[in-house]
């Protein structure tokens, strides 16, 4: 029987649940142990941590890789490097610069989007626009014509705030959306999932597509009965927390996992990520991490079994990570299996030309 970490209910669960081969114990002498596996039934709200160079993105490209193999789930891979796509060998859909509809953003959403006060003249305009329109060049056309109440400035800035949205190229009528997505999967036979490539776009576009498919896929999670359950997994993360992103992504931490909905964030800087994404993750995936911030964040949100062990158990080799189980409160020495398809990340290196 193997040992499967993050079973919601140790020892009782159905033997055809599924979970997927992360690596193997490691035992104090650095010798591998028993073979470990990784729940994927049940959804799970999971961080990787880690020092640059340890193995986050690696560890989650293994996660991905079970995912993409496993019935019943569906990857979503938030790849901001361009390091993801060698998942296609698996059958994953790497999309390239993905586009999402304009109404995947609630009218909210694009207010801190275009970084405008929703009570201010031009974001309440933008508010109304976003209410009213399903696509961005709908939504200039609103702004356009809306000559009743806003006056010429107003309307002006507003339509300034859409055009450099329109600028970002990520918007579009037929642009992927969350169910769109997962229908594909089903129709296409295979679970292998999606990479969305975001590798090229700067900081403002790249939150606009995640905060889009994060919420698509929460609603849809809410509101249908998703044919497969879908796992976020988003690399580095603290880029998506920092930005506007950040309220979908937490409403997906708090409030994903009773509808279906899991989400995995990997980052080197826990310390830039809200409390609330430390303390809602049942599994935590610590690889070596020395900054006093990041193990103070991670110890703060955490409950005391981790502050008492947890920083003298860390590893020291890039591929090793300390695995905190929360449904059984137990903390596991985990040496991560080797990737099957090719890992895109790691540093350039002049020995290497
Ligand atoms: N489980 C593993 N098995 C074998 N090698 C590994 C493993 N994990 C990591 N490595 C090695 O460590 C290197 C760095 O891993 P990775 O690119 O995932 O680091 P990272 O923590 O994501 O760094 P960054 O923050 O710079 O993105 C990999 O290129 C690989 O050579």
Not at 175 to 183: D, I, R, V
Not at 264 to 291: E, G, K, M
Not at 299 to 319: I, M, N, Q
Request: proline share 6%; glycine share 10%; net charge negative.
């Amino acid at each position: 029987m193997p040992h499967v970490l993050g079973r919601r209910v140790p020892g009782e669960d159905r033997p055809d649940a599924v979970s997927g081969h992360l690596g193997a114990y490691r035992a104090r002498d650095g010798s591998s142990g028993a073979r470990v596996r990784i729940d994927l039934d049940g959804p799970h709200a999971g961080l990787v941590v880690g020092k640059r160079g340890y193995g986050k993105s690696y560890t989650l490209g293994v996660l991905a890789e079970e995912l993409a193999r496993t019935e019943g789930v569906a990857p979503v891979v938030v790849d901001p490097m361009g390091i993801f796509g060698s998942l296609a060998d698996l059958g994953a859909e790497v999309v390239s610069r993905p586009r999402v509809a304009a109404d995947a953003l609630a009218p909210r959403a694009w207010c801190d989007l275009l970084g405008l006060a929703a009570d201010s003249p031009a974001g309440a305009l933008v508010w109304q626009a976003a209410a009213a329109r399903s696509t961005l060049a709908g939504m200039r056309e609103f702004v356009a014509d809306a000559d009743t109440k806003a006056d010429r400035a107003t309307r002006r800035s507003a339509d300034n705030h859409l055009s450099l949205a329109d600028s970002w190229g990520v918007f579009a009528a037929d642009g992927l959306t969350a169910s769109e997505l997962l229908a594909s999967l089903v129709d296409a036979g295979t679970s292998a999932g999606t990479v969305l490539d975001l590798s090229g776009l700067d900081s403002e576009p790249a939150n606009a597509v995640v905060r889009a498919v994060a919420s698509d896929l929460y609603d849809h999670c809410v509101t249908g009965n998703p044919t497969r359950l879908p796992w976020l997994l988003i690399d580095e993360a603290h880029a998506f927390f920092d930005g506007v992103a950040s309220p979908a992504l937490r409403t997906v931490l708090t409030r994903g996992r009773q509808p279906g909905l899991s989400l995995v964030a990997a980052t080197q800087r826990p310390s830039a990520l809200p409390p609330v994404a430390i303390s809602q993750a049942d599994l935590l995936l610590a690889h070596r991490l020395t900054s006093r911030a990041d193990l103070d964040a991670l110890a703060a949100a955490r409950p005391s079994y981790l502050a008492s062990c947890f920083e003298d158990r860390l590893p020291g080799a890039p591929g090793e990570v300390l695995f905190v189980d929360d449904a059984t409160e137990s903390v596991h020495a985990v040496r991560i299996r080797e990737r099957q398809t090719p890992h895109g990340g790691g540093s350039p290196s002049a020995t290497d030309r």
